[in-house]
Structure formats: C-alpha cells, structure tokens
C-alpha cells in the first residue's frame, strides 16, 4: 500500500525560542538537563516524554529480544537513546539498529546521526499522536530508511519507508498474523512475526 504519511508539525506560541541539537546537548553537559527531566528535542522545542507501562515495557522487551538474533556484525540495537537527526531534532526512540559499536560513539563525542542508523522503532499507546506526528516528520527529515511503530492501540505494526520531507511514501500496516521482513543496508537479513513484537 503506497501512500503518504504526513504530519502536523508543532504549533509553538509566538514568541517561542528554538533550540538547536548543539545547544541541547550542551544543556546536558553543563548539568541544565538530567535524565531526571525526561525530555527530548522535537523540532527545536523540549518535549516531555511519556511515561511507560507495563505493556509499553514489555512491547520493547519482546521487539528487541525479536529482532538482536538478526543484527550482524558492524551494527548494533541502541535502546531509548538520541540519535541526533537534525539541526532540531534529537529524539529517543524505543530501539534503533545503529552502525558501529557504542563505544564508537563516545570516541565520536556524539549521538549517531542519521546515515548510520538502518531502522528505528517507537512502541507507541498514549504517544500514538507524537509517534505518528513530530517523531516521523523528524525521522523522514532525517531520511533514516525504515520507522517502524509497534502500535499497541490497534494491536498491529506499521512500518514507514521510502523518507522524504514530508513522511514517508510507503506505508504498510501488518496484523498479528502478519510477518515484517528486517532490512539493513538494502539486505533482507530475515523476518519477524508481528506478534513476537506484541505483548
């Protein structure tokens, strides 16, 4: 099914001030920020995350014990940690498959940016809206090649491909009977049954 994803972008009061990743990651370093916040930068604004059940927990469990027996060698599963996509966007999603090792990254001094990320999945109830809305306008921006929301709502995955400034072109939404093939660098390294990512 080819259709568009689209989004309505974030309707900040007049008078706003943006945010730029570079200043939000200083924020952090300087000790302004702490984990204790629970915020990530969506398009240049502090978005406060949701806070996560009991489903929502073991939706990411399930989805990443799923889908580490497929990763090879040179990539990673980078779990609820940012990936720097824009000069405005600094999200962090449920799971990201991540070229490299982490040890990498703190060498690099930096989030992993969107050419060295194959896949990111939100599992997404309450934060349906956000997921579909801010995190995938900043993903296709990005142009990371596949999004996947594990969407616990409707009990079914959609998987978003084919990035462009808008969404994604390609849209498909699998049921629990359905199986969801893994991609990383254009190669098929296997599938996954939509219910193994359910809880």
Same mark, same amino acid.
């Given at each position: 099914?080819?259709?568009?994803?689209? *989004?309505t972008p974030?309707?900040?009061?007049?008078?706003?001030?943006?945010? %730029?990743?570079?200043?939000?990651?200083?924020?952090?370093?300087?000790?302004?920020?702490?984990?204790?916040?629970?915020?990530?930068?969506?398009?240049?604004?502090?978005?406060?995350?949701?806070?996560?059940?009991?489903?929502?927990?073991?939706?990411?469990?399930?989805?990443?014990?799923?889908?580490?027996?497929?990763?090879?060698?040179?990539?990673?599963?980078?779990?609820?940690?940012?990936?720097?996509?824009?000069?405005?966007?600094?999200?962090?999603?449920?799971?990201?498959?991540?070229?490299?090792? %982490?040890?990498?990254?703190?060498?690099?001094?930096?989030?992993?940016?969107? %050419?060295?990320?194959?896949?990111?999945?939100?599992?997404?109830?309450?934060?349906?809206?956000?997921?579909?809305?801010?995190?995938?306008?900043?993903?296709?921006?990005?142009?990371?090649?596949?999004?996947?929301?594990?969407?616990?709502?409707?009990?079914?995955?959609?998987?978003?491909?084919?990035?462009?400034?808008?969404?994604?072109?390609? *849209?498909?939404?699998l049921g629990?009977?359905?199986?969801?093939?893994?991609?990383?660098?254009?190669?098929?390294?296997?599938?996954? %049954?939509?219910?193994?990512?359910?809880?």
């Open positions: 099914m080819a259709t568009i994803a689209r *989004c974030l309707d900040p009061q007049a008078g706003s001030y943006r945010l %730029s990743v570079h200043q939000y990651e200083r924020m952090g370093e300087a000790g302004i920020l702490t984990e204790e916040d629970r915020v990530e930068l969506l398009g240049g604004f502090l978005i406060q995350k949701m806070t996560k059940n009991e489903p929502h927990s073991a939706a990411c469990t399930e989805t990443r014990l799923a889908i580490e027996k497929l990763i090879p060698p040179g990539w990673y599963l980078r779990l609820e940690s940012p990936l720097r996509v824009s000069e405005y966007d600094e999200p962090e999603p449920d799971l990201a498959i991540v070229r490299g090792s %982490s040890r990498q990254y703190v060498r690099l001094g930096r989030p992993p940016e969107p %050419s060295e990320v194959a896949l990111v999945i939100e599992v997404a109830d309450a934060s349906l809206g956000r997921d579909r809305g801010e995190k995938l306008r900043a993903y296709a921006q990005g142009r990371i090649p596949s999004y996947w929301i594990v969407n616990l709502v409707d009990r079914r995955l959609e998987v978003y491909t084919k990035p462009q400034d808008l969404g994604y072109t390609d *849209c498909q939404v629990p009977d359905e199986a969801v093939p893994v991609v990383i660098d254009q190669s098929v390294l296997g599938s996954i %049954s939509v219910a193994e990512l359910l809880p």
